[in-house]
């Protein structure tokens, strides 16, 4: 069974930090690209950023280009994702994903963690 657990979501104010986490099991990690996605309340879930299974490609949502960081540990069967210079639009239920193939990290998917900006 498949399963993606994220962590690290939490009440921030504008201007900090926080990691998010997602630990995977049931899958072969090393060989699946992984993709964190956000849905705030009211707006479709969209992209935030992609990583490939061996970190080689990464992308970014332009809305967080330059203020987040996606990050695997192949070992720890991990993806993370830093968030740095949080604003109140950031607020959103951050899911972790899978995918075969790195144009398509949607395969599998997590529960889900708030994180919520204040101003």
């Known amino acids: 069974q498949v399963q993606l657990v994220e962590s690290g979501g939490g009440l921030v104010q504008a201007g900090g930090s926080l990691r998010l986490s997602c630990a995977a099991s049931?899958?072969?990690?090393?060989?699946?690209?992984m993709g964190w996605f956000r849905q705030a309340p009211g707006k479709q879930r969209e992209l935030v950023a992609t990583?490939?299974?061996?970190?080689?490609?990464?992308n970014y949502a332009e809305s967080v280009n330059g203020r987040s960081t996606i990050s695997r540990d192949n070992a720890k069967k991990t993806v993370y994702l830093d968030l740095n210079s949080l604003k109140p639009e950031d607020t959103a239920v951050y899911y972790c994903?899978?995918?075969?193939?790195?144009?398509?990290?949607?395969?599998?998917w997590g529960q889900g963690t708030q994180v919520t900006v204040s101003s």
């Open positions: 994903s899978a995918g075969r193939w790195y144009d398509r990290v949607s395969d599998y």
């Open positions: 990583i490939s299974s061996s970190s080689s490609t990464i």
């Open positions: 049931g899958i072969t990690f090393s060989i699946y690209a």
